[in-house]
């Protein structure tokens, strides 16, 4: 049987629309929009696609996008400084700082400079060291991960007791699902490029989330039947038919698997929406604890 698509662009629509609304709310009451900073460093054509996304999504539902962009060569300092004079912005309510850096940046150093409460992106140390323990509540959750937690619940799956296979242990994708999947209650294996036989690992999992960066990589025989898959991967292959020279596909084998599934997320149209709408509802979020 066919599996069940799960619609990420219809859900992401659903929820941009209640974002506007409590955005458009908060102006009312306060006489201020949400505020969302980006911070892109260099020129990597892919980044400044996303950042660009990110800041049309905002304009539309009434949060203020502020863009800051710095060049390939910007130092250490001048990348935190500027990070710095966001934290201390009234009108930015949320910083995020487009990854991946430059190689001669310290990431991490970057990402503690962005204030735990301006923090929509959840990448702060703090934020993660919470994401990963018990009981600790961070206070925002990465985007895409937290997007295919909210495809999934939409999509009507059962966490508790499950088997979850995470394909990739990325800091941005891979890590955080899987904490998000532990704690409900799931039981959580990470596969990763040495992992020894992936398809007896996969085929196992109840929810199966992909996300390596190999186009097509997950066939029919890597999927339990009846499974929840979510497909989190972006690749570009060369495709002369396709005006731009190349298209865009996930990690799974789409028409392969759906006749696998019992519900599939495609890529494009699943988590990439999803992505840019939870950091519009964490702009928000942070938004109304600023000012409410
Ligand atoms: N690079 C790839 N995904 C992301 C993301 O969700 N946030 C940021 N800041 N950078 C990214």
Redesign the pocket.
């Known amino acids: 049987m066919a599996a069940k698509i799960i619609d990420g662009k219809a859900i992401a629509e659903e929820m941009r629309q209640e974002i506007a609304d409590q955005a458009s709310q908060l102006k009312l009451e306060v006489g201020l929009a949400p505020g969302l900073a980006a911070v892109l460093v260099g020129e990597d054509p892919a980044?400044a696609t996303?950042v660009r996304m990110k800041r049309r999504a905002c304009e539309k539902v009434g949060i203020e996008s502020f863009g800051h962009e710095l060049p390939a060569d910007a130092s250490q300092e001048e990348v935190e400084e500027l990070v710095r004079e966001l934290g201390e912005d009234p009108k930015v309510h949320g910083i995020?700082?487009?990854?991946?850096l430059p190689d001669h940046i310290d990431e991490e150093s970057v990402l503690n400079t962005v204030p735990l409460e301006k923090d929509v992106?959840g990448?702060h140390p703090v934020n993660i060291g919470r994401l990963t323990m018990k009981n600790r509540e961070p206070l925002f959750i990465?985007?895409?991960p937290h997007g295919v937690i909210e495809l999934l619940e939409q999509a009507g799956a059962k966490f508790e007791g499950a088997e979850a296979v995470v394909l990739g242990r990325s800091n941005?994708v891979g890590l955080p699902v899987a904490m998000l999947l532990l704690h409900r209650n799931c039981t959580t294996t990470i596969c990763h490029s040495r992992t020894k036989d992936l398809p007896a690992v996969t085929s196992e999992a109840d929810i199966l989330i992909a996300a390596v960066g190999q186009p097509e990589m997950v066939k029919a025989d890597w999927v339990k039947p009846g499974a929840y898959v979510i497909d989190v991967g972006t690749n570009r292959v060369d495709d002369v038919s396709a005006k731009r020279g190349y298209r865009l596909t996930g990690d799974v084998d789409f028409d392969e698997v759906k006749e696998v599934a019992g519900a599939l997320s495609p890529s494009p149209g699943g988590v990439g929406p999803m992505?840019i709408t939870m950091?519009l509802q964490n702009t928000l979020r942070s938004a109304q604890r600023a000012l409410l």
Not at 96 to 100: G, K, M, S, T
């Open positions: 980044s996303y995020l700082v487009q990854l991946p992106d990448f990465p985007c895409t941005i992505t950091l």
